[in-house]
């Protein structure tokens, strides 16, 4: 028992596969340690408030794994739940590397604001916001949100033309932060900002884990 919302059972073997193993979840190192954490939301029924996180690690010749049952309220923390539990074993060696069929992208309706990079962590979003117009853009606020918008959060920065700046913005359904780590969710986004004495709004998306185009 890990706290009073999470329970974890762990196994190991010597199945090891021959090529770069495919992860249809969450890639992430630590210690120099890969690891692919896949997850499931019960759609209904009475254990529809828990979900279930398989987190594994390929190393030194084992293939090990945690699964944990943690309340879906507290989804968020069963991946570094499980990678600190897989660290116990204390197993040592090449650690495998996997691939992954997701990706993740954002792009703005105006095209004159260029969005890459988004990054979805503990219900931060970090993106890369360019300015492609021939004078400067003073940002002001930004919001990130699932279906209900939430609230702005405040930029307040100048982007000079072609310049490329990183701003991290909470994400929201309604009143309440995202949690949970993330596959295919498409987020909207809105920015405010002034061009030429102008103020302007921009809509946009931001696609975390979506499925890679074929």
């Known amino acids: 028992m890990l706290n009073a919302s999470t329970v974890a059972m762990a196994s190991i073997s010597n199945l090891v596969p021959s090529n770069t193993p495919k992860c249809v979840g969450i890639i992430s190192s630590a210690n120099n340690t890969n690891y692919c954490s896949a ?5 209904n029924g009475s254990l529809s408030s828990v979900s279930l996180v ?10 090990a794994s945690v699964i944990s049952f943690a309340n879906t309220s507290r989804i968020m923390y069963s991946i570094p739940s499980n990678i600190r539990l897989l660290s ?10 996997f691939t992954s069929p997701f ?4 792009s703005f309706a105006n095209s004159s604001i260029g ?14 916001i360019t300015n492609s117009m021939k004078g400067d853009a003073e940002l002001k606020s930004a ?8 609230r702005y959060a405040q930029l307040n920065a100048t982007l000079h033309p072609g310049e490329t700046a990183n701003f991290t913005i909470p994400c929201y359904e309604g009143s309440s932060k995202l949690s949970g780590f993330p596959l295919d969710l498409y987020l909207t986004l809105s920015l405010n900002y002034t061009y030429n004495g102008s103020v302007e709004h921009a809509f946009g998306t931001a696609v975390i884990n979506g499925l890679s185009p074929s």
């Open 143 to 150: 919001s990130c949100y699932f279906q209900q918008q939430g």
């Open 88 to 97: 116990m074993l204390g197993l040592k060696g090449h650690s495998m590397s």
């Open 115 to 128: 969005c890459s990079n988004p990054v979805l962590a503990y219900s931060n979003l970090t993106i890369g």
């Open 39 to 43: 997850y499931v939301f019960p759609l």
């Open 103 to 106: 990706s993740s992208y954002c």
């Open 54 to 63: 398989r987190t594994t690690e390929i190393i030194g010749g084992y293939n």
